[in-house]
């Protein structure tokens, strides 16, 4: 799987599985992609995920126990393997801890969806299970918004402090409050992520209601002084009906931030069927981005391949500069 069939892969987002293995791949609960199955493939040191759906170009066949393909229209695009996630992705336990949120943005299913809020003690019992398979290297938080986001941090927070003690990083994405990089850092987090999401102010206030977008970057550049570069991360979902001209200034003024930008494309889920233009960005637009991203974040002195937690080290979802390119 080179990097044009990686994008591609992306691009198209869903693959259709044989019959036999149509129960292959666990349940996301995090972000637009919510409440769907998924499986990830992996080849010549690439990984991809793709959501399972009923009818897609893209099949899944298999070979035997330990190879796959992936054939589009009776043509093989790439053979490789599956890989099992812990929770949500390969080798990283990726918890969502509030599967349920009070904002409304429009691209998101986690709102319609009213999941529940693990506990403590529930976070726990997962990670553990995920190190006793010895294949954990990774620990990342994820959260929606119960009731405030400042009462999610405070719970995020206390779920850090009883995970220090497993030796792997930790990597937290949470919508920020006040103090929250200051509390989540003392806490024991590694890494944050704060999801500015879409860098078009004008359209952010269609998709985003309710959220300030100004907010998030006043958060973001706070949370670069309290982690580091390298340390702070953000999506930006394409899609949207945003222009490539903000999209550039957006990138290029997270990384002078010491922000990492998370190139994402939009998912469209069914329950958000209607609400606003979603289109899956092609794979000529992905590669593109993806080496202006890398540019911009070389311009400023941040690499990709330094992350610990979270996507920029999963690389499922996304291309992602000093990883697959």
């Not at 609960?29 to 040191?45: D, K, L, Q």
């Not at 506990?119 to 959260?143: C, F, N, P, Q, Y």
């Not at 009883?162 to 792997?168: G, K, M, P, T, Y």
């Amino acid at each position: 799987m080179d990097l044009k069939t990686k994008a591609h892969l992306i691009s198209v987002g869903k693959i259709e599985l044989p019959e036999t293995s149509r129960s292959t791949g666990p349940v996301s609960t995090a972000g637009p992609g919510a409440g769907e199955n998924n499986v990830f493939f992996r080849s010549g040191g690439r990984r991809v995920r793709l959501s399972v759906v009923e009818s897609s170009p893209l099949m899944l066949a298999e070979l035997d126990e330990d190879e796959v393909v992936i054939i589009e229209r009776g043509v093989e695009v790439a053979r490789g393997s599956l890989e099992k996630p812990l929770f949500h992705c390969p080798r990283q336990a990726y918890i969502t801890v509030s599967e349920r949120c009070i904002y409304d943005c429009k691209f998101c299913a986690v709102p319609k969806l009213s999941g529940g809020v693990k506990s403590k003690e529930k976070v726990e019992r997962m990670v553990a299970k995920a190190w006793d398979t010895g294949e954990l290297e990774a620990i990342s938080l994820t959260s929606g918004v119960e009731r405030s986001a400042e009462e999610e941090v405070a719970r995020v927070a206390e779920i850090i402090g009883a995970l220090r003690r497993f030796d792997v990083p930790i990597g937290v994405s949470v919508t920020p409050a006040l103090r929250s990089s200051e509390i989540l850092k003392a806490a024991g987090a590694d890494e944050i992520k704060y999801n500015v999401e879409c860098l078009d102010p004008e359209l952010f206030r269609r998709v985003c209601p309710g959220v300030s977008l100004e907010k998030i970057k006043m958060a973001l550049l706070d949370a670069v002084s309290h982690f580091g570069k390298n340390r702070v991360f953000s999506n930006v979902i394409i899609g949207l009906g945003e222009s490539d001209r903000a999209l550039r200034e957006g990138i290029e003024e997270l990384a002078e931030m010491g922000v990492l930008p998370v190139i994402r494309a939009v998912y469209p889920h069914p329950l958000r069927r209607g609400e606003i233009e979603m289109i899956r960005p092609s794979p000529e637009r992905l590669i593109d981005l993806a080496h202006y991203t890398k540019k911009v974040l070389e311009d400023h002195g941040l690499r990709g391949d330094l992350a610990e937690t979270g996507c920029y080290r999963c690389t499922g979802c996304d291309l992602v500069p000093h990883m697959d390119l």
